[in-house]
């Protein structure tokens, strides 16, 4: 494996699911590259394929009905499409962890959560059963976890949806992962406790410098902890770019709507306004733009094959449009 490079680079991501009604196109071309101590947030609505990228990376598609018919995921240069299983089990855990949207699914209910994670030393760390226990508890001191000593021993159900979900993260980093990614990590959990998580993984992240993937459909927390944002539709990125330039200038209706839509602590307003229709149906997604059906501005182009170009309109911002220069020039079509 190379240390030059991108940590971990998507390129022209693909994956098809075959179902009893066809063949779903549930990623369309995601391509991202992650650097050594960077943030990616990976947004867009549910059923915009987020998820799926992450478990293609993770090499945890379901075998018998998932397919990758082209593109390249690398991580440190090496090609992990493809992979065999027994060399990708060497990677997850040591290399590229995920801590899963919900902890209380995630984790085992009838094994304590001392146990669960220790296991990840036994296992992946050749550490004695004294060692692995002394290991764990260090760990879950480390994210948080009162009295880790005591707790060992408690099942998942016996804690709250926030230490359950520190539990969680104690497991994914405690071989220190160079990547890790969060697939909704905050769903299900109030906002202050949403607030601590999300400062816990930036702290850790400070001290290994390990890439973070953040998978979330939550635009206020992309903004506090991001650097760069993948704005994803109906398995395809519609905008990608710099944080700060993406709030502030957006290049795809799309992310207009979606930004449109959140609340502004320091203005008055009505009703919100709200990106009208549906996603449309993977197992027949429309020709040209995905979202031309659902857009206040289309033009002719975008109903037809091929699919808008991806436009950089500033440097390090990308949106696939064919009026992206329009849109980040600020002109708005009113629903």
Not at 245 to 265: D, F, H, K, M
């Amino acid at each position: 494996m190379s240390d030059t490079g991108p940590l971990l680079e998507v390129r022209d991501l693909h994956v098809r699911f075959r179902t009893r009604d066809g063949v779903v196109s549930a990623v369309n071309g995601m391509s991202f590259t992650l650097d050594a101590g960077e943030t990616i947030a990976i947004l867009g609505e549910s059923g915009s394929g987020k998820s799926v990228t992450a478990q293609a990376i993770m090499g945890i598609l379901p075998s018998k009905t998932a397919t990758i018919p082209q593109g390249s995921i690398r991580y440190r240069g090496t090609e992990l499409v493809g992979l065999r299983e027994r060399d990708y089990r060497q990677l997850r855990g040591a290399k590229i962890a995920m801590v899963f949207q919900d902890a209380l699914s995630a984790l085992n209910p009838v094994t304590s959560v001392g146990r669960q994670v220790s296991e990840m030393f036994r296992v992946r760390g050749d550490m004695s059963r004294r060692q692995a226990k002394a290991a764990a508890i260090e760990v879950m001191s480390h994210v948080g976890i009162p009295d880790p000593a005591r707790r060992f021993n408690d099942y998942p159900h016996q804690f709250s949806g926030g230490m359950r979900q520190r539990v969680m993260i104690a497991t994914m980093i405690a071989l220190r992962p160079s990547v890790l990614i969060a697939d909704e990590p905050t769903t299900a959990l109030d906002v202050t406790v949403q607030a601590q998580i999300m400062d816990l993984l930036k702290e850790l992240q400070r001290e290994t410098g390990t890439g973070l993937i953040l998978i979330t459909h939550d635009l206020g927390v992309v903004a506090s902890v991001a650097d760069r944002i993948a704005v994803m539709y109906a398995g395809r990125v519609m905008e990608q770019g710099n944080v700060d330039e993406i709030y502030q200038r957006q290049a795809n209706p799309y992310t207009v709507g979606l930004l449109e839509s959140i609340p502004q602590i320091d203005e008055r307003v009505g009703r919100l306004p709200a990106i009208p229709g549906l996603p449309p149906n993977l197992l027949a997604v429309p020709p040209g733009c995905p979202y031309h059906l659902r857009c206040a501005m289309p033009i002719d182009p975008c109903f037809e094959d091929p699919a808008p170009p991806f436009t950089q309109v500033a440097p390090g911002h990308h949106s696939m449009c064919w009026r992206a220069e329009e849109v980040y020039a600020g002109e708005r079509v009113a629903r």
